[in-house]
């Protein structure tokens, strides 16, 4: 919409008739535009939809503007009419038309209703404009109905379509969920599906009933229509839609790898039994061939764990992915835990035979030195070593007494062959909890 020219002296002809033709061209311009506004398809939805909120607020003071623009406009109408009437009296006006196409194009010539459809009392039961008045009127009245109107059309344009596909999606990830057991009241997941969907009924409704709730307009801009849909609480909907997707996927993947994880759960709990059964007969060993020594009790077999893989294997066989998914992850950290008990198990019971094994290899050592040296026979030595290899050899063997002996052969030893003397070895004790 334009603007017409400021107040002025008497109008020549000349000025008259390009006033005439600039106003005609401006009738014209707005004509088209309350046309288009008349014909805009966020208007007509507007019109017949059920309206809730701001928007309801909002779009009645609009309709009462939109009223008013072509009463307004018809006024306009009229002045131009009238003026161009008084143009055509004759071919060169007088000077009494051309002041009174002056006043008529220029002063406060057109008289409308006072707040006629909403526009607001005075008080008086008219209003006078001037036509530029008049202009300027509209082009506010049409610039707030007309950014109403984007804004709505926007809002329904966007989001209705939007919240129609994620729910689309949603009811294909029902199916799938309800396929792999995972349900309302039985699995978070399921419970997560019925709140996305009461929530996206409930926005869609509300983004029908109340589009301008739905909107954020942009920072420093006039234009009509400026700015953005809210979609936050869609936003936040389709990420936990996604998060529910994920979860369904990993059931899925549970279905897909339930066997294999199964037999390889079997396996590692059957190594860790093994791995005790020896712990244990490790320990009737070293009781009876060690003596003087603290020997761990060896635990049975965890019967909860095998409890534990029956019941994945009954989830398994009802196809109750939901539950087995969880159950086998944590059987799965539970059988690592369990075979590394079992070794730390066996380990600690023969570490007294591992003692036992190394104070042999030494004593064995030295006297392989001996040898080569040529004192095998010599008398010390043949029994010292005599008395050490009774010692370790014998059952039960006394640790401590036959670390000694060994010492003594070695002290000996070293005293034949010149060379400095043995440092003080650690203990069997000593080596077993280094051992463990």
């Known amino acids: 919409m334009g603007v017409t020219d400021p107040a002025g002296p008497v109008m020549d002809r000349d000025e008259v008739d390009r006033a005439l033709a600039r106003l005609g061209a401006e009738h014209e311009a707005i004509e088209t535009s309350l046309l288009a506004l008349q014909d805009h398809a966020g208007r007509r939805l507007l019109e017949g939809a059920e309206l809730t909120g701001v928007t309801r607020e909002r779009w009645a003071a609009a309709e009462a503007s939109i009223t008013l623009l ?9 002045a131009l009419r009238s003026a161009r009437e008084i143009r055509a009296r004759r071919r060169w006006s007088s000077r009494e038309d051309l002041a009174e196409l002056t006043e008529l194009l220029r002063g406060e010539s057109v008289t409308v209703p006072d707040g006629a459809g909403g526009g607001g009392h005075t008080g008086r039961l008219s209003e006078g404009f001037s036509l530029t008045a008049l202009v300027d009127r509209m082009n506010e009245l049409y610039a707030s109905s007309l950014d109403l109107v984007v804004t709505a059309d926007a809002v329904w344009s ?5 919240i129609d596909l994620l729910a689309a999606e949603l009811q294909r990830t029902r199916k799938l969920a309800h396929s792999v057991g995972v349900r309302p009241g039985e699995h978070p997941a399921g419970d997560d599906l019925e709140r996305i969907t009461r929530t996206l009924t409930g926005l869609r409704e509300d983004v029908v009933s109340d589009p301008l709730a739905f909107w954020v307009p942009a920072e420093g801009s006039s234009a009509p229509g ?3 849909p809210d979609t936050t609480v869609y936003d936040r909907e389709a990420r936990a839609l996604e998060d ?3 979860e369904i996927d990993a059931v899925l993947t549970v279905r897909q790898d339930a066997e294999t994880r199964l037999i390889r759960l079997r396996d590692l709990l059957s190594r860790a039994d093994r791995t005790l059964a020896e712990a244990r007969t490790a320990r009737g060993e070293v009781l009876a061939k060690i003596a003087a020594t603290e020997v761990p009790v060896v635990s049975g077999p965890p019967t909860v764990l095998q409890e534990q893989l029956a019941t994945a294997a009954e989830y398994r066989r009802q196809a109750r992915w939901h539950r087995l998914s969880p159950l086998l992850e944590s059987l799965e950290q539970k059988a690592e835990d369990e075979l590394l008990r079992a070794r730390e198990s066996l ?6 035979l591992a003692v036992r094994a190394e104070l042999r290899g030494r004593l064995d050592a030295y006297r392989a030195k001996v040898a080569r040296h040529g004192l095998a026979e010599d008398p010390l030595l043949v029994e010292r070593y005599d008395a050490a290899r009774r010692m370790l050899w014998s059952a039960p063997c006394d640790l401590r007494v036959a670390e000694q002996a060994v010492l003594r052969y070695q002290q000996a ?3 034949q062959l010149g060379t400095p003397g043995i440092p003080p070895q650690g203990g069997p004790e000593d080596r077993r909890s280094e051992s463990s």
């Open 70 to 78: 072509w009463a307004y406009f018809d006024a306009y109408s009229a």
């Open 158 to 162: 966007a989001l209705p379509a939007r």
């Open 226 to 228: 400026g700015g953005r």
């Open 244 to 246: 529910v997707r994920r």
């Open 347 to 352: 380990t600690a019971v023969t570490a007294p």
């Open 413 to 415: 030893a070293a005293e």
